[in-house]
T-cell receptor, first 110, second 114 residues
Framework: QKEVEQNSGPLSVPEGAIASLNCTYS??????FFWYRQYSGKSPELIMF????GDKEDGRFTAQLNKASQYVSLLIRDSQPSDSATYLC??????????FGKGTTLSVSS | EAQVTQNPRYLITVTGKKLTVTCSQN?????MSWYRQDPGLGLRQIYY???????DKGDVPEGYKVSRKEKRNFPLILESPSPNQTSLYFC???FGGGSNNEQFFGPGTRLTVL
């Protein structure tokens, strides 16, 4: 059974702090890694994707991938109250379905 | 506008009354998928389709049917709904698997089965 594990949270950080969200996966053949953000009652929206080991930055967001440790993380710098949401980690290998984690709830207090 | 649409957005029905939730995408995506989302269980895949006339079971297919007669449409059918199918349903589409598997989600359908 391929699994994606996330700490459910809630993760609480003050405004302006760095939020660190973590995800581990069981399928060593996974090739693509995604972070989705989901506001309550809304559909998931893609924030970042990463395919190679290392860091990938996009604005305030940085995705980090370590395939040897089967670990992917998302850092949110200068966290804002509008970042309060559930963050879903998802992984896949070529030609197969995305496997989602259950999500981590982030709360940013002003 | 590129989008995935679902109808209806909200539905309250009774046990055993067949229903269909429609899903349509205008991005010429090959891959389409249905998920259900329940508190504490996350997003679970029901069925997916790699292309027209090609469908396969996801993690929780029991009680559901799908069809893919056209590339743009992927309806979800509940032949005899039961209360345990009360959930939030999402349709999603993408160009395919692997590196192209950025999935675009529809707005969701909140289904209540009494």
């Amino acid at each position: 059974q391929k699994e994606v594990e996330q700490n459910s949270g809630p993760l609480s950080v003050p405004e302006g702090a760095i939020a660190s969200l973590n995800c581990t996966y069981s399928d060593r053949g996974s090739q693509s890694f995604f972070w989705y953000r989901q506001y309550s009652g809304k559909s998931p929206e893609l924030i970042m994707f990463i395919y190679s080991n290392g860091d990938k930055e996009d604005g305030r967001f940085t995705a980090q991938l370590n395939k040897a440790s089967q670990y992917v993380s998302l850092l949110i710098r200068d966290s804002q109250p509008s970042d309060s949401a559930t963050y879903l980690c998802a992984v896949s290998r070529a030609g197969t379905a995305l496997i989602f984690g259950k999500g981590t709830t982030l709360s940013v207090s002003s | 506008e590129a989008q995935v649409t679902q109808n209806p957005r909200y539905l309250i029905t009774v046990t055993g009354k067949k229903l269909t939730v429609t899903c349509s995408q205008n991005m010429n995506h090959e891959y389409m998928s249905w998920y259900r989302q329940d508190p504490g269980l996350g997003l679970r895949q029901i069925y997916y389709s790699m292309n027209v006339e090609v469908t396969d079971k996801g993690d929780v297919p029991e009680g559901y049917k799908v069809s893919r007669k056209e590339k743009r449409n992927f309806p979800l059918i509940l032949e005899s709904p039961s209360p345990n199918q009360t959930s939030l349903y999402f349709c999603a589409s993408s160009f395919g698997g692997g590196s192209n598997n950025e999935q675009f989600f529809g707005p969701g359908t909140r289904l209540t089965v009494l």
